[in-house]
């Protein structure tokens, strides 16, 4: 069964710290998104990639890294917390990048930045 | 830079009766989506409709391309079809999904 899982579910973190959010997709997708949900709002994109080993800045890229090492495996990495980044962070793969089959999304990630 | 505004934010309903959501772009969409997000939850494609009436179950949704406007009806809104739903759109060869704030539905007994 497709599907996308996303670790950790839920995470504390410092001001200043490093966080790692992963993704691991089984769905054989090409693409592969990370966004950002704020209460009350749609999703904003940070990054994506649609190959492996490369990366493509999204509409909110600031403050963010990402990492595609395999087809399989998206990370989403901040350097540097900081306590704007508190946030739902939400993953998602679909096969190719035109939407008209919709991407999957994983259950995303609660972020809290202290 | 694309724009996808919904409306309205929110809606309550009552067991039994349609919700009618609406959804504006700001330039032309090459491809239109409705999404679902339960509370607290992921999200899950509803339709995929660029253009014209698609029909899935009880939702509707209807795109009028050349006015940058889709809507989203609810026919018979049960207490299960609480949640955020969404539009999302791509505009021209760009690859990524705008989306609109959402239209928070909460159906009641």
């Known amino acids: 069964e497709a599907a996308v899982t996303q670790s950790p579910r839920s995470k504390v973190a410092v001001t200043g710290g490093k966080v790692t959010l992963s993704c691991h997709q089984t769905?054989?997708?090409?693409?592969m998104y990370w966004y950002r949900q704020d209460t009350g709002h749609g999703l904003r994109l940070i990054h994506y990639?649609?190959?492996?080993?490369?990366?493509e800045k999204g509409d909110i890229p600031d403050g963010y890294k990402a990492s595609r090492p395999s087809q399989e495996n998206f990370s989403l990495i901040l350097e540097l917390a900081s306590l704007s980044q508190t946030a739902v962070y939400f993953c998602?793969?679909?096969?190719?990048?035109?939407?008209?089959?919709?991407?999957?999304f994983g259950e995303g990630t609660r972020l809290s930045v202290l | 830079g694309q724009q996808v505004q919904q409306s309205p934010a929110s809606l309550v309903l009552q067991e039994g009766e349609n919700a009618e959501l609406q959804c504006n772009f700001s330039?032309?969409?090459?491809?239109l989506q409705w999404f679902y997000q339960r509370p607290g939850g992921s999200l899950v494609s509803l339709l995929y409709?660029?253009?014209g009436t698609k029909h899935t179950g009880r939702l509707t949704s209807t795109t009028v391309t050349k006015e940058r406007r889709s809507s989203l009806h609810i026919s018979s809104s049960q207490i299960t079809d609480s949640g955020t739903y969404f539009c999302?759109?791509?505009?021209?060869?760009?690859?990524?999904?705008?989306f609109g704030k959402g239209t928070l539905l909460t159906v009641t007994p």
């Open positions: 769905n054989n997708h090409d693409y």
């Open positions: 990639s649609y190959v492996a080993d490369s990366t």
């Open positions: 998602a793969s679909s096969e190719t990048g035109r939407h008209n089959q919709a991407p999957l």
């Open positions: 999302a759109m791509v505009g021209g060869s760009n690859y990524k999904l705008t």
């Open positions: 409709n660029p253009s």
């Open positions: 330039s032309t969409a090459t491809q």
